[in-house]
Structures are given as structure tokens and as C-alpha cells.
């Protein structure tokens, strides 16, 4: 599966792929993307590191106002952030004016999710106090070395926090679920599948569910989720739902049992939308739900998988591997 979405980050500005040559983008409408071009063995081949220092160079790039980086390297994107987080720390007050960092703009045609592997970024976030919407891509399993690593944290502008990965640790959940994000509004966290050692379960998303944390929170999606069932289920019996306007447990392996928790919860009609694509729901249920009077999107409708007659059906993520 292709995935490239950049949902609530840089909704309102053009990303376009810089080149050495191009005039530094307009900051009020555009953000520029590095990614590294050309194959593995090209003569002409450029790395996204190479490009990004000649940027640099442009005194126009100080008004810079967020970042995209994609494929750092044409070979693998592998612990890229090694090489790109001193050039970003190096360089902070170059750039007074950035409020937004996308990492690991990658997609499945370049490599697979379980191969990015971002690392320690925890340093980032110090550099960048300001920062009003992230996001990252990648593995985030403990048993990838390096893992991500955010830490816990302190941003009193952050808006947006997105994290997809086909391989969450219960660990990252931790941090951001301890973090102080007064001004976030839109929280999205992929949390995968336990073939690639995702490890959460609904307990470790038990603080968000109190509704103390996050008092601007308008955006919940816990995507591309095996217990998306679970975290359903205890949605329904939160007081988060009261004031959410969208809901997005898409991508994920919800069915009837989920599905009924969210039918039945009276909070679910105050929603603007209902997020479910990619969901396992039966025909009946699909007709249940479209009756709610909100915007629910049930595209995707899946099949479970029978690989052995005395194997249970498989449910699967959208994005694992």
C-alpha cells in the first residue's frame, strides 16, 4: 500500500521537490521536500543531504517555515536521521521561523515502513521549541536498533503530532501520552501489527482516555491498528468522544464487535466524522452506520484471510510491513 497522505500537516501549503537551482519557495505557500534522486548507481544520482546543504547557502532559506525530508539516500533508508539530525541541530537558528518538520516522507515504491528507521530525534525537539506540527514515518519496534525515540515532550506550540508506523512500541505511546502538548489538536498514532513487534495494547492509551490530557484535542486517529476493537470499545466508554470532532480508526482491523461499542455510545452523533476505511464490518453493519446522521467513511470494506481450516480468520493492518 502506498500511503502519502500529509492529512492535517501542510494542509494549506504546496509541497514541492527542491532541486540545486530552484529559487527558495515561497514560505507563506510552500514547503520544499529533500529527497534524494536518481538510482542507487547513477553517475548523476544527488542525496537528499547534498541538496539540502546547498540550500543552505541561500540566505532566502532563513524564512523557511517547515520541511519535508523523503528518501535521504538512494541506496536505503536506514537510521537516515544519523546524518540528517546534526545538519538540522547544526543549523537551528538558521531558521527562526520553522513550525513545521515531516521526516521520513517515504513510500512503499522507495521502501518499506519496517526499513526506515529513524532513530533517536529526541534532540530535535529541544532545538525547536516552536514546532507546531510533526510528523514522522517509520519503524518504531524496540527490537530495530536504532528505534524511535522521541522522548517525552515539552512543546507549548504543538498542534499536530503524527506518528505512522507499522511496528508501534507500547514505549512511544508512553512519551507522548506523558508529554505537555497544551495547544495539540490533532493526535495520530499508527500503532501496527504484532508480526513486526507492535506491542500496544488498550491499556497504555488509558491516560488518553480520561480526557485530562489534551484539552485542545479535535482529531483522534488510532489507525492501522490490531486492536483497533479494543481501543474502540473503550472510546465508547470515555469522555474524550464528547468533544472530538473526528474520529479515525481507519486502516485498522475494526469489525462488528467495535463497531457496535461505537453504535451504541450517544457521544458518536456530536462527531463531524467517523473515519473507518479499511475495516472488516459486515454489510449489516455498514447499513447501521451510515444511518448515524454523520459523515462515515466505510470504503475499503476487507475480507478475512483463511490460511489454514484450523487457524482462526486472519484480520490484518493496512501497513505492517
Known amino acids: 500500500m502506498t500511503i502519502h497522505e500529509h492529512k492535517a500537516y501542510f494542509a494549506d501549503k ?4 527542491w532541486e540545486p537551482g530552484d529559487p527558495v519557495p515561497d ?10 534522486s536518481g538510482g542507487r548507481w547513477e553517475e548523476k544520482a544527488i542525496e537528499a543531504d547534498e541538496k539540502f546543504m546547498h540550500f543552505l547557502t541561500d540566505p532566502a532559506s532563513s524564512m ?9 539516500f538512494t541506496s536505503d533508508a536506514r537510521n537516515y ?10 543549523n537551528k537558528d538558521h531558521f527562526p521561523h ?5 521526516l521520513g516522507d517515504i513510500i512503499m515504491e522507495e521502501s518499506e515502513i519496517s526499513w526506515i528507521e529513524p532513530g533517536d530525534i529526541s534532540a530535535l525537539f529541544t532545538a525547536y521549541p516552536h514546532l507546531e506540527h510533526f510528523g514522522i514515518r517509520g519503524c518504531a519496534s524496540a527490537y530495530t536498533d536504532p528505534h524511535l525515540h522521541l522522548g517525552v515532550l515539552n512543546l507549548e506550540h504543538l498542534k499536530t503530532l503524527v506518528i505512522e508506523t507499522g511496528s508501534m512500541d507500547r514505549s512511544v505511546v508512553q512519551d507522548v501520552l506523558s508529554s505537555h502538548l497544551p495547544a495539540l489538536e490533532h493526535l495520530e498514532l499508527w500503532t501496527g501489527s504484532e508480526d513486526y513487534n507492535a506491542n500496544c495494547t488498550v491499556e497504555d492509551f488509558a491516560p488518553l482516555f480520561t480526557d485530562n490530557l489534551f484539552p485542545n484535542l479535535r482529531y483522534l486517529g488510532l489507525r492501522d491498528s490490531e486492536i483497533a476493537n479494543d481501543l474502540a470499545i473503550a472510546l465508547s466508554q470515555s469522555p474524550l468522544l464528547e468533544r472530538l470532532q473526528e474520529l479515525d480508526l481507519s486502516l485498522g482491523t ?12 450517544p457521544a458518536i452523533h456530536k462527531l463531524a466524522k467517523l473515519d473507518l476505511h479499511h475495516h472488516f464490518c459486515s454489510d449489516e453493519m455498514i447499513q447501521r452506520l451510515q444511518t448515524l446522521g454523520i459523515e462515515v467513511d466505510l470504503s475499503e470494506q476487507e475480507e478475512p484471510e483463511e490460511w489454514d481450516e484450523d487457524e482462526p480468520e486472519q484480520h490484518f493492518v493496512a501497513v505492517s510491513e
Open 254 to 265: 475494526l469489525d462488528d464487535t467495535g463497531a457496535t461499542a461505537l453504535l451504541n455510545c
Open 81 to 90: 536521521t544519523r546524518y540528517l539530525l546534526p545538519i538540522l541541530l547544526d
Open 64 to 72: 523557511t517555515t517547515g520541511f519535508v525530508f523523503g528518501m535521504y
Open 98 to 102: 520553522l513550525t513545521a518538520i515531516f
Open 27 to 36: 514560505p507563506a505557500t510552500t514547503i520544499p521536500r529533500f529527497k534524494a
Open 14 to 17: 504546496t509541497i514541492i521537490d
